[in-house]
């Protein structure tokens, strides 16, 4: 019987911390989870984040690393039978031989409320610690209940730096990787893949095989892969956008949206999506520029920059690209204001900075009458739904951060502010 041909990322998995790249910032030396595996005191955690970026595969080095028995399910194909049939195992072991065991949940969002349930009490009590894996953000797509008994770690893009060791790495691997077949990659195939990968190892990966066993052997005995050949398997136009040329049309989009003109925003746009740039980067692009460059002129920007995310994120190409080509002529069109940017940029230079910022004693969770010159907490709703008292601390009460602009929506708010001339409406 023909054995079954293993992907080559699946054969590439890091089976030790050595092996493993990127993620500097969680299993980085002297980092919390580089810390807990270094003592064997990692509990229960979730790790979320892109997908090809090692989530399932850390969570089975650690296992590994702790001499802990690993059982692992998938979120899409098993059920409530299968989370007790594990949890029962689990407690044997550990009652026969003191060895714990890790439950390792791929796509653990999908899990629903009954399924999360029945692991509960297994997690308290310490018969199983669950490592699960997902691409959605867990405080909003899992159960509060799991997330709680939690450790939440957010897995980053690897940089094409990161990629790049890997793609060399495989090339040169005879027992894994590809080193059995005499290849010729050019370096500018290498860069282009670990570019336009994304960030996804996986992808990078399999792209690497699909164009080395796809392609040709030459004259000389060897398979030579050039960036033309990388661009197909990846299914990606090969434009001529180098990482520099990327950020300069990334800059031309973003001043494109705050200079109001759409012609040129839509064109940085689709050029930079047709050389392999995810959609997502874009629309992330224009939700932050919604709030920096429209802001309170017009927040109808930001819903329509996130509807235009979500429509990248759940409907995916071709079709999401109408709802990103809507958002990005609303958000040329709209009128501008800065005033948002310009009021986080104030709070949080004072955040970081000020240190006398006692709440006053009204607004505190219990309230100390008439002390320290405060009085009782005035009810608005009691004054028909506004009345003037002092909200920031007495040595920030005279502060002011947000101020309105005269375009769009701002022009016709009514803001009242303290100043140092006194209480004044601003129009």
């Known amino acids: 019987m023909e054995s079954v041909r293993v992907p080559l990322a699946e054969r590439m998995r890091a089976t030790s911390f050595e092996d493993f790249v990127g993620q500097e910032h969680i299993v980085g030396k002297n980092k919390l989870l580089y810390r807990a595996i270094s003592t064997g005191s990692v509990g229960s955690c979730i790790f979320y984040g892109p997908p090809g970026t090692g989530k399932t595969t850390l969570a089975g080095i650690i296992a590994k690393m702790l001499n802990a028995n690993i059982e692992k399910l998938n979120a899409v194909s098993s059920g409530v039978a299968d989370a007790k049939a594990v949890i029962e195992r689990a407690r044997s072991q550990k009652q026969m031989f003191g060895t714990d065991t890790y439950l390792l949940l791929d796509e653990c969002h999908r899990w629903n409320k009954a399924q999360s349930d029945c692991v509960l009490q297994a997690i308290e009590e310490g018969s199983i610690y669950f490592i699960g894996s997902t691409t959605e953000n867990p405080y909003t797509s899992m159960t509060r209940a799991i997330v709680s008994r939690c450790s939440v770690f957010e897995f980053k893009k690897l940089s094409e730096k990161d990629v790049l060791k890997v793609l060399e790495r495989a090339l040169k691997d005879k027992e894994k990787g590809l080193g059995q077949y005499k290849t010729d990659v050019s370096d500018e195939a290498l860069k282009f893949l670990a570019f336009a990968c994304n960030g996804d190892v996986r992808t990078a990966l399999n792209s690497l095989e699909l164009a080395v066993l796809s392609t040709k052997m030459g004259k000389d005995k060897i398979i030579h892969v050039d960036k033309e050949a990388m661009a197909e398997c990846l299914n990606k136009r090969p434009l ?11 800059s031309a989009f973003c001043k494109s949206l705050r200079g ?13 999506i047709k050389a392999g740039i995810d959609p997502l980067i874009i629309a992330r692009r224009m939700i932050a520029h919604a709030s920096e460059d429209v802001g309170m002129a017009d927040s109808n920007a930001l819903l329509l920059a996130t509807s235009a995310m979500y429509a990248c994120e759940k409907i995916g190409p071709p079709e999401c690209y109408l709802s990103l080509t809507h958002a990005i002529i609303y958000i040329c069109e709209a009128e501008k204001s800065n005033s948002v940017v310009n009021a986080m940029n104030m709070a949080m230079a004072d955040a970081e900075s000020e240190r006398e910022d006692q709440v006053p004693n009204h607004l505190k969770n219990h309230p100390s009458t008439n002390r320290d010159g405060h009085g009782k907490y005035k009810y608005p709703h009691d004054y028909g739904g506004y009345v003037e008292q002092q909200y920031m601390p007495d040595h920030l009460k005279d502060r002011i951060y947000y101020v309105p602009s005269e375009n769009g929506r701002e022009k016709n708010l009514i803001r009242k502010k303290f100043s140092k001339n006194g209480f004044k409406i601003k129009k």
Do not use: I, K, Q
């Not at 001529?240 to 990334?250: A, H, K, R, T």
């Not at 109001?260 to 930079?272: K, Q, S, T, V």
């Open 260 to 272: 109001c003109d759409e012609d040129a925003a839509l064109y940085y746009a689709f050029r930079m």
């Open 240 to 250: 001529s956008l180098d990482e520099n040329m990327y950020y300069d049309y990334l």
